[in-house]
């Protein structure tokens, strides 16, 4: 997360010194240069999650850190824009990352602790997204917007090494089938009440938070700041945010395992909708911080209380497939939120943005969340014992 982040803060730059220089053009091919991996990786990742299920979870983070790796190597060798964009699509197409990661994760950890693994690890998502920009903004300058593109491709290679040598993967039911099994899993996602139903909740939530991101440096210059002060406040207003997020996921997820995770994902979405709101009714850059901080520490329940609640209902043989089903809501919301955001800015104001970011997680709160049922944390080999018939 952190490599592929570096070089976010200075794309448009980059892409001025490939040659887009138009009066718009800039802004839009920025855009969509920023949104292309996300259209790519929506139809990839289920694809990726039937590989994994069939030859395994790890595999499969190997395969996304090593393909990573070589995608941003070449995109360092780019020489036009259309390049960038067709090197960018492939990145999406190849990535899936996270997803394998958290199938792996949700194979290996303690059914009664997979909360607050899951919730450990989230956390690298929020820690490598601020650390990346801060990083790749210094080395920006130091040695030049093209070679953060091999820095990143280091960090991926590393990353898979990593895997490589030092995660083990427990055996697992292997899964019958052939291609047609995709389809099965977007049947059997869409097809389970409860599977859609957190589909859902995971597509609203990111949309919410997703929705704040492009207005945020414009809403702080609305603030009253000016000039270079409006990009460090930006930096430090997002990244306050994921500095809660980082802090309080394993909470998150040490209370979902103790309480339950229907509780702990009412808990955030209440919280999460009550400080969004008022981050468009502030004043002053410094209200906004403040506000942050709590928004941060709230919305970091959200999405490991749901990848917690997917991975118990998915069975083993089919949960890498299942996750990579249910992961294309985030992608989705990554998609919709900066899009839809940007159009309310536009029609209503900066201000009511935030107030519509509140109301989506009110929305679901009121809607999804009481049709939720708590999952079953026991082992599926305790299940079946549990609910067998015993012939009389």
Known sequence: MMGMSMFHPFLPLYLRSLGVTGKGELET??????????????????IWGYFGDRHGRKLMVMRASFGLALATAVMGFATSASQLLLLRVLQGAISGFLAAAVALMASAAPRERLGYALGTLQTAVPSGTILGPMIGGALADLIGARNIFFVTAGFNLLGGLAVLWLVREAKRPQPTGGFERIIENYRYVFGTPQLRLLFFVLLAGQFALMSLIPIMALYVEDLGTHGKLVATLTG????????ANLVAAPRWGRRSDKHGYKPTLKRALIGAGLFAIPQGLVFAPWHLLL???????????????????IGLRAPDDRRAGTLGVTSTALMLGNMAGPLLGGTVAGVFGLRAVFIVSGLVLFTIYLTLWPRIEEPDRRSESVRAAATATVPV
Do not use: D, K, N, Q
């Open 291 to 309: 506000i942050r901080i709590p928004y941060g520490l709230m919305i970091g329940g959200i999405v490991p209380s749901v990848h917690a609640m």
């Open 29 to 46: 091919m920025s855009g969509l240069i920023y949104a292309a991996p996300f259209f790519s990786a929506v139809i990839a990742t289920p």
């Open 236 to 243: 430090a207003i997002i990244g306050v945010t994921g500095l």
